[in-house]
């Protein structure tokens, strides 16, 4: 995956079709396995481990596509995660 900064400094990542996407953007961006993994900072197959074990935000099917989680989702579980083990923001 493409990444890059806008005039304003905001990250941009850019989807396997289309246009590039702000990564903070709309509650509605929807990330595979392997855009979680980059995010994270683990691997795609460590990822599908922790879905497995219900370690992870839960994902939504999307007929067509598979699996992808919800960028929102995701960051709120890592801001709760910081939150239980006293990490500085």
């Given at each position: 995956?493409?990444?890059?900064?806008?005039?304003?400094?905001?990250l941009?990542?850019?989807?396997?079709?289309?246009?590039?996407?702000?990564?903070?953007?709309?509650?509605?961006?929807?990330?595979?396995?392997?855009?979680?993994?980059?995010?994270?900072?683990?691997?795609?197959?460590?990822?599908?481990?922790?879905?497995?074990?219900?370690?992870?935000?839960?994902?939504?099917?999307?007929?067509?596509?598979?699996?992808?989680?919800?960028?929102?989702?995701?960051?709120?579980?890592?801001?709760q995660?910081?939150?239980?083990?006293?990490?500085?923001?």
């Open positions: 995956m493409k990444t890059g900064y806008d005039r304003a400094g905001s941009l990542t850019a989807p396997a079709k289309g246009g590039a996407k702000q990564a903070g953007g709309s509650s509605s961006a929807l990330l595979r396995a392997a855009e979680v993994a980059e995010l994270i900072g683990s691997t795609e197959a460590q990822v599908r481990n922790m879905r497995a074990r219900g370690q992870l935000p839960p994902p939504i099917k999307v007929p067509g596509l598979g699996v992808r989680w919800r960028r929102t989702d995701l960051e709120k579980w890592l801001a995660l910081g939150e239980r083990h006293g990490a500085v923001g």
